[in-house]
């Protein structure tokens, strides 16, 4: 088995609720493919009590009968066949109840939205389990744990039920940080520069499974190439399974990531609405809410307007690949990005795309900054009266009354800031204090791959971050 990388955090809290002197209910939840269940596994390991999980389309008899089936796996004794979901948690008490002496033991109930499929009485029954048999004892960890993002935070971290504040614990695990995917690489045995991995990045993201796909004898390109361009590849399919695996009426959720690819900066939600022709009300309000719980966008307010003018930006950097180049993945081109990454065209999408790395690694540009421990307002901004437009895809707004307004250029060799890129990004900053009437200090951040080539113009930026502060 892969020995765990990073998730130092999860590990600290999940070792803990194991070790504490009272029965513990824990929900861990996020994206498909972000190694929930690795994480549970990994952790405890022999140290599993109990493991069943959903069955994805199952209906509630198929369900309670995979139970009964990791029931019978794990009794020695007869238990019979539940046909309930409260006979069900009362076999799995016995079962318990067997062993008086251990320690803790620990419940794993994995993809548990797919166990509460149809109208079952799942949720009323692990109710009823938890606050009248369990919650009482000191010898239980309960986890529950999903891909259905949304559905465990309405049902389990949010019940308005009997399980109203119940959990004891919950951990949102978050897609690897670049410095994992590093390490994720070297445990893999591929040896590849931080230039690549954030290639690699710009692709699949911070996402596990994607990254175990790699294999270590083929260059980045052809990895790319034989994961989503080939005609077999394993990740052909992947967008429209990611969506609907997620999410009923999928197909809503989907026009509304497409209508944000078009828009970096992102967009205001009655722009969402006229550009997906779905109204602006509850159902737009539901979607947007699951999309952000899920991770694939973020919502924020512009520079200035922190009262009205909420903006939703795509944020998953798989989606907007696929988004990208999907007609090219149809046509099966045969080493398609073999031949698309040493093209113009190539350094255009490269450059959108490593501004969405950065906005994922906000923390790690803080800490190259040394405002780590600082409250700073991070947003966008786009000019009403210059022209042409001037906008800023991120900037940093600091409690000591100084803005950053940060630049992204993702260079195969260091940067050149030649003269006309300084006086734009002169132009920029007059343009910014002119409009907003700002009053703070204002300084350029320049984050780049290899840094900045020394000349007259590299000088006038005082703040300079590498791919290398990415990675802290």
């Known amino acids: 088995m892969r020995k765990l990388i990073g998730r130092f955090n999860e590990l600290k809290v999940l070792n803990g609720v194991y070790e504490s002197n009272k029965s513990e209910f824990v929900a861990v939840y996020g994206r498909r493919r972000v190694g929930k269940t690795f994480l549970i596994r990994s952790v405890f390991d022999s140290r599993l009590f109990f493991v069943a999980s959903g069955i994805q389309g199952g209906d509630e008899i198929e369900q309670i009968n995979n139970f009964n089936r990791e029931m019978r796996k794990s009794s020695l004794a007869h238990v019979d066949m539940a046909k ?79 399980l109203h504040n119940r959990l004891t614990c919950q951990i949102q695990l978050a897609p690897f940080t670049l410095k994992e995917c590093e390490h994720f690489f070297i445990d893999s045995g591929i040896q590849m520069p931080r230039y690549q991995i954030i290639e690699t990045y710009m692709v699949f993201g911070g996402i596990p499974y994607y990254l175990d796909l790699f294999r270590a004898d083929r260059s980045l390109a052809q990895n790319i190439d034989l994961l989503y361009f080939a005609p077999d590849a394993p990740l052909k399919n992947e967008y429209q399974n990611l969506y609907h695996a997620l999410f009923d009426n999928a197909e809503h959720y989907i ?10 900066m992102g ?85 959108y795309a490593f501004e969405q790395v950065c906005f994922l690694h906000i923390s790690q540009i803080k800490k190259g900054l040394g405002i780590s421990g600082m409250l700073t307002e991070t947003s966008a901004w786009r000019s009403k009266e210059s022209n042409p437009g001037v906008q800023i895809d991120l900037l940093m ?76």
């Not at 026009?255 to 970096?264: Q, T």
């Not at 260079?411 to 204090?433: G, H, I, P, W």
Request: aromatic share 12%.
């Open 255 to 264: 026009k509304v990531i497409e209508a944000l690819s078009s828009k970096k």
């Open 397 to 472: 707004d600091r409690s000591d009354k100084m803005i950053h307004l940060c630049e992204m250029k993702f260079s195969a060799t260091e940067y050149t800031v030649s003269k006309a890129y300084s006086a734009k990004l002169r132009e920029k900053k007059a343009v910014f204090m002119r409009e907003t009437k700002t009053r703070k200090m204002v300084h350029i951040a320049m984050i780049t791959t290899y840094g900045l080539v020394r000349n007259a113009y590299s000088s006038e930026i005082l703040f300079q971050l590498t791919m290398d502060d990415l990675f802290e």
């Open 267 to 351: 967009l205001l939600r009655s722009e969402i609405s006229e550009k997906t022709k779905i109204s602006t009300g509850g159902t737009l309000s539901r979607i947007l809410s699951d999309l952000v719980n899920c991770g694939f966008i973020q919502e924020y307010y512009a520079f200035g307007k922190q009262k009205r003018g909420k903006l939703y930006q795509l944020m998953d950097p798989f989606t907007l690949f696929h988004l990208t180049f999907f007609e090219k993945q149809r046509r099966f081109m045969e080493n398609y990005w073999l031949h698309y990454s040493v093209t113009p065209a190539h350094s255009a999408w490269s450059g």
């Open 84 to 162: 309930t979901w409260i006979e069900v948690f009362e076999n799995l008490l016995g079962l318990i109840e067997l062993e008086p002496k251990l320690k803790k033991k620990v419940i794993f109930l994995d993809e548990i939205s797919w166990m509460a499929a149809g109208a079952s009485g799942f949720i009323s029954a692990l109710d009823y389990f938890w606050n009248r048999w369990i919650s009482a004892r000191d010898d239980v960890l309960l986890i529950v744990c999903g891909s259905a993002t949304t559905w465990i935070i309405d049902n389990i971290v949010n019940n308005v039920g009997g």
